[in-house]
Each structure stands twice: as structure tokens, then as C-alpha cells.
């Protein structure tokens, strides 16, 4: 029997989900699969790492989803996907494939490689918007050139909200959803199960960090823009790893946005303005967006380097923040910029440093916008902080962390003699690092 095939990827959900609403919608029956990236997970250096846990209990929900109501498969395999698609070739007459676009690098490579042996067997591999509200080119200068300043780019993200059919009541077009759900009946049925592979199997075990819930109540939404800069109050979604692996929708919580909070709205185009920014210049990935930041000679003292990953500094709300990370897997945005800034600027350590190591820790990792946020820190990204303007810790705390109750939650030695001394003073710092981004940005 021909069927065709969805590939789940960075869209782990039944509901809302354009490719996979287009698969179901497409005649045949679908079977949807999803592929354990050995080439991602073979790099993970921890392997108790939750983002594989929070990716399993989830592949493991959907599937007994799929299988409780509709007798139907969810087939998961390990490997290589050069490698997987061949078998599942050899096991299934497939007329054609399935998924939602992802915007990074390796995800690009891949899917090249896949289209061109799919298309070699004869088969199509159809892919669609599903991550983002506006993708690629969608969003772009008059000129035809792609936006590197946020406050333009979001003007126009906006206007093209509202132009696509928004009449004050109905749904923007962008902002359309895909009612996969009602489509459930057209997956295949199936009553031999594949097992899903285990944890151990693929060299992982079971990570105790906690997700955070998908529930997020109105209220928070409504006083996002109060809220949302004070670490020891709960003011933020904490939904960032939800829509980093798509168990939520981008179109609703957008459609919610829009009601609910403009700021929480420009929170989620900055995200839109990250995914643009890498498709657009993937050289991000490994150099400054301005060429003429890659000339700055970072110090990278490892021991201090150290010291900042183990919230050691001496820099309360710095360290409240590394120690947050490394136990929660969550940072406090405001805490993000602080911690970035000082690494980058006090310690004058390359922010590529420091940028893998949120990526090693962070539940909400996410390639763009982790990139974008460690060079908007260190001054040489798209839109980024002036390099002349230096975060002092101390001032940041006090506005932020006044009665100090995040710091106490985290460094709760931080007012006795256990605590250590600053690692470099603050005003030392600073001049020191005006002085070497300024030789540096003058060898060009
Ligand atoms: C150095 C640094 C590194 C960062 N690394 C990441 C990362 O790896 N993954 C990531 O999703 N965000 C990253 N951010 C952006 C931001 O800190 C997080 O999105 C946010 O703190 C997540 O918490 P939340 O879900 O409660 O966000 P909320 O404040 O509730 O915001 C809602 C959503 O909007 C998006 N968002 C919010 N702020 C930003 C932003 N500045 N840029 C892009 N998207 C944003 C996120 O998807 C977030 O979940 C980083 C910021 C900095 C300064």
C-alpha cells in the first residue's frame, strides 16, 4: 500500500501543525516517524541531558497518543538519518515525505541530502512553515535586502501581520492554524508496534530537571511588560523549551500576544528576527556578524572561565544566575544579558565560550536565538549593545534584584566570609575592556 510520511522534527505536536495537517490532508495514509539524530547526540558531552529526556517522555506521549486513540504507529528510529532513510524506504512504499522547515545549518545540510535521495527514489519531499510566523525573505527591507536592526524589522513583521486579511476580528492570515487534529483519522492503522529506543540504548540516562509547564496562566501574559525583568518573581512563560521542540504553537501564542500583551508580542518577533538573522547570514555560527569584532584579542583565562560556569565570581548576580542555569536548565533573561555581558566584557572571553556552554545547559537552547543573544552581549552582533556600554553588575542587581532574593535563593552564602572576593574589580574592568575592544576594532 503507497503511503506518505511525516517526519516529526522540532514540531513535536498533533495539533496545529502545518506539515503534518498538509501530510494528512494529501489522500494517502500517513505514517509519521520521527529519527533520534545520532550525529546530534552522539556531540552531547552530558549524557544525562534533559532536553533527550524532555525529547523522549514526549516521542513516548505521542506515540501511545497515536496508538491509544486511533491504533495507529508513531515508527522511531536511531541513527543517522543518511542512513535511517534508506531502511525506511526498503519498509514502506512511500509516495512522498513530509515536514516542517528548520532554518540552522546542519537541519539545511540534512534535508538537502534527504530531498536528493528522496527525489532519486521517486518520492517528494514537501516542507512548510511551521517554527516561526515569518520566515526567509518574508520579512525584508524595500530593497529587497534582508533586515539587521530589530526595531525596522518588527515595524514591518507588524504591518504584514495585519495586512495579511486582519480585520480587527479575524485570525491574521499568518496566524491561520493548521487543524491537524481533526485530521487524526487519516494516520495509518497499524497493530505491530515498533519499541521506541530507549535512553540507554542511544547512550543516555534519565535527567531529574524538571520542564517547565506548557500552562502559562493569562495574567502573566497581561503583565508581562511589569514583570518580566525582576529574576525572583515568576513574571515570565518560562516557555521556551516548548517552543524550541514545537509542544506548543507558535500561531496561538502569537494570536494570544496580540490580544493580550504587545511586549510579550515583541519578545516572539525577536525570536522571528533571530531565525531570519541565522537563515539570512549563517556565518554567525562562527564568526562575529561584524567582521571587524573577530579582531578583538580576548584574554580567555580558563581559570576564570571556570569560575563564571560554576557561579564563582564573586559578582552576586552573576553567580546567582550561572547557578540557576546549571541546576535548572532556566535563566532569567535579565540574568542572561548580566552573565553574558560580564564574560564577555569584564573578562574579555571570547563569547563563543560562553555561548557553549548555555548551549550545553540551556532546556530552551536554541541555536538562533542563543547566538543572537551572546553577540547582542558582546557587541558584535545585528542590532547589539554598543560596545562602550558596559553592565555593572552591582548597578543591575539593584535595580533588578533590589532586596536581593533571587541572589539569596542561589549564592545563599553570598553575605558570609564563604563567599569569595570579587575576581576583577568593576571600574579596573571596564577600562580595560574599553581599551581592548577599542584596539582591537582599530586593526581594520
Ligand atoms: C546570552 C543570551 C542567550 C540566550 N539564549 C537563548 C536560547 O538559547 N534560546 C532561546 O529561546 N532564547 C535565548 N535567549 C533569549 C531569552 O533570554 C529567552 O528566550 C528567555 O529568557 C526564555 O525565557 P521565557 O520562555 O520565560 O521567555 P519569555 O520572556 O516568556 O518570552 C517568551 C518567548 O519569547 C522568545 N524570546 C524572548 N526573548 C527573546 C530574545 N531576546 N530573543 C529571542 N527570543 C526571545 C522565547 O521563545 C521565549 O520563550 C538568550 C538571551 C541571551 C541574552
Redesign the pocket.
Known amino acids: 500500500m503507497k503511503i506518505n510520511i511525516f517526519w516529526f522534527r522540532r514540531d513535536l505536536r498533533l495539533h496545529d501543525n502545518s506539515g503534518l495537517y498538509h501530510a494528512l490532508n494529501a489522500g494517502l495514509k500517513v505514517v509519521p516517524i520521527f529519527i533520534f539524530d545520532s550525529k546530534i547526540l552522539d556531540q552531547l558531552q552530558d549524557k544525562v541531558d534533559a532536553r533527550v529526556t524532555f525529547i523522549h517522555d514526549t516521542i513516548t506521549r505521542l506515540s501511545s497518543d497515536l496508538q491509544d486513540t486511533l491504533g495507529s504507529i508513531l515508527d522511531v528510529r536511531y541513527g543517522d538519518p543518511a542512513e535511517v532513510w534508506p531502511q525506511l524506504l526498503h519498509d514502506y512504499e512511500v509516495q512522498s515525505v513530509f515536514a516542517n522547515h528548520d532554518y540552522e545549518p546542519y537541519a539545511i545540510s540534512r534535508d538537502s541530502q534527504v530531498k536528493d535521495f528522496l527525489s532519486a527514489g521517486g518520492v517528494d519531499f514537501n516542507t512548510f512553515k511551521d517554527h516561526v510566523i515569518f520566515e526567509k525573505d518574508e520579512v525584508i527591507k524595500d530593497d529587497g535586502t534582508p533586515y539587521t536592526v530589530f526595531t525596522p524589522y518588527k515595524r514591518k513583521w507588524l504591518a504584514k501581520l495585519i495586512r495579511d486579511d486582519w480585520d480587527g476580528k479575524a485570525c491574521p492570515l499568518a496566524l491561520k492554524s493548521w487543524p491537524s487534529e481533526d485530521l487524526k483519522s487519516n494516520f495509518i492503522q497499524k497493530s505491530h508496534f515498533r519499541a521506541i529506543p530507549s535512553l540507554s540504548q542511544m547512550g543516555f540516562q534519565r535527567s531529574e530537571i524538571r520542564i517547565?509547564s506548557t500552562q502559562?496562566s493569562q495574567t502573566?501574559?497581561m503583565d508581562?511588560d511589569k514583570r518580566?525583568d525582576f529574576p525572583a518573581i515568576a513574571?515570565?512563560?518560562?516557555?521556551?523549551?516548548?517552543?524550541?521542540f514545537g509542544t506548543i504553537s507558535i500561531r496561538e501564542?502569537a494570536m494570544k500576544a496580540l490580544k493580550l500583551n504587545q511586549v510579550?508580542l515583541s519578545?516572539?518577533i525577536?525570536?522571528d528576527?533571530?531565525a531570519m538573522i541565522l537563515y539570512q547570514f549563517p556565518h554567525i555560527v562562527k564568526k562575529s556578524f561584524r567582521p571587524e569584532y573577530d579582531n578583538i584579542p580576548w584574554r580567555n583565562n580558563e581559570e576564570e572561565f571556570k569560575a563564571w560556569c560554576e557561579g564563582k565570581t564573586g559578582y552576586p548576580i552573576v553567580d546567582a544566575g550561572m547557578r540557576e542555569l546549571a541546576t535548572t536548565g532556566?535563566?532569567?533573561?535579565r540574568v542572561?544579558?548580566i552573565?553574558?555581558s560580564f564574560l564577555t566584557k569584564h573578562l574579555l572571553i571570547d563569547w563563543r565560550w560562553?555561548?557553549s556552554w548555555?548551549?550545553a545547559k540551556?532546556l530552551?537552547?536554541?541555536?538562533?536565538?542563543?547566538?543572537?543573544?551572546?553577540q547582542?552581549?558582546a557587541g558584535c552582533g545585528t542590532d547589539a549593545a554598543p560596545y562602550f556600554r558596559i553592565f555593572s553588575p552591582d548597578a543591575q542587581q539593584e535595580k533588578f534584584d533590589k532586596l536581593k532574593v533571587y541572589i539569596k535563593k542561589w549564592v545563599p552564602e553570598v553575605e558570609t566570609v564563604k563567599y569569595p572576593k570579587p575576581i576583577v574589580d568593576h571600574k579596573y574592568a571596564r577600562e580595560r575592556c574599553l581599551e581592548v575592544y577599542k584596539r582591537g576594532l582599530q586593526k581594520n
Open positions: 517547565p502559562v502573566t501574559i508581562y518580566r513574571g515570565t512563560s518560562k516557555l521556551g523549551v516548548h517552543f524550541r501564542k510579550y519578545e516572539l525577536w525570536r528576527f533571530y532556566y535563566m532569567h533573561n542572561r544579558m552573565t553574558a560562553g555561548e548555555f548551549a540551556l530552551d537552547y536554541d541555536l538562533a536565538s542563543n547566538n543572537g543573544g551572546w547582542w552581549a
